[in-house]
């Protein structure tokens, strides 16, 4: 199948992206408005950017008007949010977030869910999810002509893992639970883990003549 992104109309290119680039993970992001309103909402564009400093990054695609979405518009203006991880136990509240609520509603109020003090934000995290990273705005990249996406880029501060997910100075995955967005309404759960070492490069010599 030999697809040309000049003759497929924009649904379609969304349906062949989700379906393609899977498992994505979740970013659960809070954000608050300057009246102090805290916003809860999920996006699977979402992944590393750095280590060092480390960096996170999460695309949140606009309004069909052209409008920044409430989490893009507070972090854009507050400079600082919170990704919340998604696992089996918070899969569901996750997915109530995902209804457009208007502006002027929190999700967080009307789903109540329980919020937590950051460390190193203003904003808040969320109870429900077991790691946290507390990030500070480094710079929103507009994608698109006219704008469709903004990628936030954000520097983590500071993290919080719960005590029964961290090991040795690593994570225990099983523990985590994590949960992935497939296409249409599907997720993933961990499933099957295998490992592959990386090979080490071993430059041969001239061939004998």
């Given at each position: 199948?030999?697809?040309?992104?000049?003759?497929?109309?924009?649904?379609?290119?969304?349906?062949?992206?989700?379906?393609?680039?899977?498992?994505?993970?979740?970013?659960?992001?809070?954000?608050?408005?300057r009246?102090?309103?805290?916003?809860?909402?999920?996006?699977?564009?979402?992944?590393?950017?750095?280590?060092?400093?480390?960096?996170?990054?999460?695309?949140?695609?606009?309004?069909?008007?052209?409008?920044?979405?409430?989490?893009?518009?507070?972090?854009?203006?507050?400079?600082?949010?919170?990704?919340?991880?998604?696992?089996?136990?918070?899969?569901?509240?996750?997915?109530?977030?995902?209804?457009?609520?208007?502006?002027?509603?929190?999700?967080?109020?009307?789903?109540?869910?329980?919020?937590?003090?950051?460390?190193?934000?203003?904003?808040?995290?969320?109870?429900?999810?077991?790691?946290?990273?507390?990030?500070?705005?480094?710079?929103?990249?507009?994608?698109?002509?006219?704008?469709?996406?903004?990628l936030?880029?954000?520097?983590?501060?500071?993290?919080?893992?719960?005590?029964?997910?961290?090991?040795?100075?690593?994570?225990?995955?099983?523990?985590?639970?994590?949960?992935?967005?497939?296409?249409?309404q599907?997720?993933a759960?961990?499933?099957?883990?295998?490992?592959?070492?990386?090979?080490?490069?071993?430059?041969?010599?001239?061939?004998?003549?």
């Open positions: 199948m030999e697809l040309s992104m000049a003759e497929l109309a924009r649904q379609a290119k969304y349906k062949l992206l989700t379906g393609c680039v899977i498992p994505r993970p979740i970013a659960w992001v809070t954000s608050m408005d009246a102090g309103l805290v916003n809860a909402a999920p996006f699977s564009y979402f992944n590393v950017a750095s280590v060092e400093p480390m960096m996170l990054s999460v695309a949140v695609m606009r309004k069909p008007d052209g409008m920044r979405k409430d989490t893009a518009r507070n972090i854009a203006e507050g400079g600082e949010f919170v990704v919340n991880m998604v696992d089996v136990h918070n899969v569901d509240a996750m997915n109530q977030t995902s209804a457009e609520y208007p502006p002027e509603e929190s999700e967080v109020e009307a789903l109540g869910l329980e919020l937590l003090p950051s460390a190193s934000v203003k904003v808040p995290r969320l109870g429900a999810s077991r790691i946290h990273f507390e990030c500070k705005l480094n710079q929103i990249v507009e994608l698109g002509s006219p704008t469709v996406s903004d936030i880029i954000g520097e983590v501060l500071h993290v919080q893992v719960d005590d029964e997910l961290y090991h040795n100075g690593r994570i225990d995955a099983r523990a985590f639970a994590p949960v992935s967005r497939l296409a249409g599907g997720y759960t961990l499933g099957e883990v295998f490992e592959r070492p990386r090979p080490i490069y071993e430059k041969k010599g001239n061939a004998a003549k």
